[in-house]
C-alpha cells in the first residue's frame, strides 16, 4: 500500500495519467459528433410518418364510412333505378343542384335520388290531392278551367316545394356556422400561435365549438380529413368555402391558401378576420334591434291600446251605465 501511495505521489506517473486523460478527452470529441445523430432529420422523418398514419386512418375511416353509406344506398335502390329510367340527373339536376345539397349538409349520392324524386311525385301527388278536393269533396261553383288552373297551381308549388326546403336548410346551417365563426377564429388561432399545425387545430376547435353549432363541426371534422387525403391541401380549404357558402368562410380559405402557398404568419391574418367576423356579428345584432320598434307597432296596436283603453274607460262605463 506504501508503495502504490509512493507510485502515484511521483510527478512522472501524475504527468503520465493527465497526458492519457487529455488523449481520451481529445479523441472523444473528435469523435462523438461522428456518433450522434441528427436530431432534425429524425424529428422531421417522425413527423412524415405520423403523418401517414393520419392519412392511413383517416382513408381506412372514409372507406368504412363509404361501406356504411352503400349498404344505406341498398334502400334506395327503387329511387335511384327511377330516377335513371326517366333520365331526372338530366333534366332536372345541374351543378348548382349539387352545390345548394352540400350546403344543406345532404353530401351522400343517395341525397341526390331522394330530392330528385320528391320533385317528380310531390307534384303528381298534390296535383291528383287537388283533383280529388275540388271536383269530388268540394264540388265549388266554379268554371272547369278556373278548377283546373288551382290544381296546377298546386302541382306547380309541389314541384318546388323541395328547393325551398333545401334553401330553408342552407339558412339554418349558415345561420349557426355564422354566429359560432368568430369564437371559431380565436380558438383556432389560439391553437395555431401555441404551435399546433393545423390538423391538431382543426380537430381541437371542432371539439369545442360542437356544443355550440355541431354544423361548424362537422365542416371542421371533414375539412381536417380532406386535409390528410387528398393530395392538394387548397382543394380542401376550397371544399370547405363551398359547403359553407359564407364570405366569411371564404377569407379565412383564401389566407389559409395564401400561408400554405407563400409562408405567410398566419396568426395575424387569422386575428384580423375573427375581429372583422365579429364586426359583422354585431352589426347584424344591431340592424335586428334597430328594426324591433318598427315590427312591434302592429302588436301594441292590435293587442295592448285596446286592453289599455278598456282598463282605462271601463270604470267609467261602468259608472254611467249604473246610473
Partial sequence: ?????????????????????????????VAMPMFAQNELQSRMKSVVTE?????????????AEQKRNSLRNQDTGLLRDIVERMNLRK???????????????YRQQKHIYIFLFFRVAVPIFLFLAALVYVFVIAQADRPFAMNL??????????FYAPNVIVKNQISKRQLSIRRAWPD???????????????EAALKRVAIEVGVQSPQLAEEFVLTNAELSYLQERRQAYENLALRTGLEQVKAVTMALIQAERYGT?????LRVLAQESRDMRMAEAEKKAAALPPKLTVPMIVFFLPVLFAVIIGPAIIKISSR
Fill in 184 to 198: 371559431a377564429l380565436d380558438l383556432m388561432l389560439i391553437c395555431v400561435e401555441s404551435g399546433m399545425s393545423l
Fill in 91 to 105: 333534366a332536372l339536376a345541374d351543378e348548382k343542384t349539387f352545390i345548394n345539397l352540400k350546403m344543406a349538409g
Fill in 51 to 63: 403523418r401517414e398514419k393520419i392519412r392511413q386512418r383517416e382513408r381506412e375511416r372514409l372507406a
Fill in 149 to 158: 288552373l288551382i290544381c296546377m297551381g298546386t302541382a306547380y308549388a309541389g
Fill in 1 to 29: 500500500m506504501g508503495d502504490f501511495l509512493e507510485m502515484i505521489a511521483q510527478p512522472q506517473f501524475l504527468i503520465a495519467l493527465l497526458s492519457a486523460v487529455a488523449v481520451f478527452a481529445t479523441i472523444l470529441t
Fill in 265 to 269: 404568419p398566419l396568426g395575424s391574418a
